[in-house]
Nanobody, 120 residues
Framework: QVQLAESGGGLVQAGGSLRLSCVAS????????MGWYRQAPGKQRELVAT???????DYADSVKGRCTVSRDNAKNSVNLQLNSLKADDTGTYYC??????????????WGQGTQVTVSS
């Protein structure tokens, strides 16, 4: 069973920065990508940033230029650094891992979520 342990988040002032971390544990044949999604109240969950096994990164337009996603393959961990925080960054942030449990079957795994609140 794959488990994701998230850390970071909390109450942050507008203009400030946050750093989220996530460590994946459990038996996984191969990790395809790791990253972060977020969900604001009354809205759908949306991509923030992901990074694949080769280091390729994908960012939401709303965070480009102020966000960095990084991963440590040896530790199965992924980090998110988000700067110049805005009120619109408020939401629950979820760690995501897409991976294969065996050579044929892949799945998405999610953390429990960590709340980020940006105060003005």
């Amino acid at each position: 069973q794959v488990q994701l342990a998230e850390s970071g988040g909390g109450l942050v002032q507008a203009g400030g920065s946050l750093r989220l971390s996530c460590v994946a544990s459990g038996n996984m044949f191969r990790i395809v990508s790791m990253g972060w999604y977020r969900q604001a109240p009354g809205k759908q969950r949306e991509l923030v940033a992901t990074i694949n096994a080769g280091g390729g990164r994908d960012y939401a337009d709303s965070v480009k230029g102020r966000c960095t996603v990084s991963r440590d393959n040896a530790k199965n961990s992924v980090n998110l650094q988000l700067n110049s925080l805005k009120a619109d960054d408020t939401g629950t942030y979820y760690c995501n891992v897409r991976g294969y449990l065996d050579p044929k079957n892949w799945d998405d795994f999610w953390g429990q979520g960590t709340q980020v609140t940006v105060s003005s």
